[in-house]
Every structure is written in structure tokens, then in C-alpha cells.
């Protein structure tokens, strides 16, 4: 059995992001290091994401367990997709007996009023799992836009 929690904290206009994987983590098929590098496709494996959602519609991002990333701004629910000038950092992975956290932060899109975040799972020789905050369409659908469950706050003033 697994458990996918996550912690997040507005820092300006960063979203800082910790989610932890914690039991059967040795099952996992853990991405190889890849560096900060930009990569498409990283939802097909083990992956953490956020949806922000803006005026215009919504950003979403990839944070892999390799050190990869993506963003992809979209004009409204999975239409007119195309690469987001916002930017990922995976800060690391670290773990322990029966947990592994990965820590990040995404650079928040002007505008972001809501969240949603989410995780996809892979098992060595297994199938995936779909984990978010809310699966409003009753089957795993990140991009709809009732699983942006999480209102943003603006930041406080310094």
C-alpha cells in the first residue's frame, strides 16, 4: 500500500511544493537522473504535477523524481496547448526506509487563483495510479477544472 500527501506554501510568486510517496516505495519505477532539463512526456511515469489555473486558463506542471520538468500553458480545458514560459526547479528527492519526498518549486503564473495537484505512480511490472485531490470526473482527469481544488491566496505584503 502507498500514500501520496503533499505540502505547499506561497512564497510571492513561487509555489514551493513537497509531496511524499510513503510504504511500498522499493515497487515504484523510479525515473533515472535526467537533470534539470525541460521534458516532454514525463506524465507516462512516475511524475508529481500541478495545475494552476489563471484569467486566461491554466498552467500545468511536471516535476519529475529524475530532476526533469515541464510546463504547458493551456487556453481552457486541454485546449490550445503549447510550452509555458514559467519554469520548474525539482530542488531533490530524498528518502528514507518505506518514504521518498521530492521538493520543488514552480514559478507561478500571473494572475493564478487556483490549484490542483496530482501524481502518477508507476509499479515495477504494475499499473499506474492516479493520485489528486479530487478526481471530479470520477475517473483520473488532472485538467478538469474541478480538480483545481485549492484556492490561492494572493501573497501577504511584506
Known amino acids: 500500500m502507498r500514500v501520496v500527501t503533499v505540502q505547499f506554501e ?7 511544493l513537497r509531496f511524499v510517496v510513503e510504504g511500498e516505495v522499493g515497487t515504484v519505477r ?8 525541460r521534458t516532454d512526456d514525463l ?6 504535477e500541478a495545475f494552476v489555473e489563471t484569467p486566461d486558463g491554466y498552467v500545468e506542471f511536471n516535476l519529475s523524481p529524475s530532476g526533469a520538468w515541464a510546463s504547458y500553458a ?5 485546449q490550445g496547448m503549447r510550452g509555458a514560459d514559467q519554469t520548474v526547479v525539482v530542488a531533490g ?5 518505506g518514504m521518498v519526498a521530492l521538493e520543488g518549486t514552480i514559478q507561478l503564473p500571473a494572475g493564478a487563483r487556483r490549484l490542483g495537484l496530482s501524481a502518477v505512480i508507476e509499479p515495477e511490472g504494475g499499473t499506474k ?3 489528486a485531490l479530487a478526481h471530479p470526473s470520477g475517473r483520473p482527469d488532472f485538467h478538469h477544472p474541478d480538480s483545481f481544488a485549492v484556492t490561492l491566496l494572493p501573497p501577504e505584503p511584506a
Open 10 to 16: 506561497r512564497r510571492e510568486a513561487v509555489l514551493w
Open 30 to 37: 523510479w525515473p533515472e537522473a535526467a537533470g534539470p532539463v
Open 43 to 48: 506524465w507516462m511515469t512516475t511524475c508529481f
Open 74 to 78: 493551456f487556453d481552457g480545458y486541454r
Open 93 to 97: 528527492l530524498d528518502g528514507a526506509d
Open 129 to 131: 495510479s492516479y493520485w
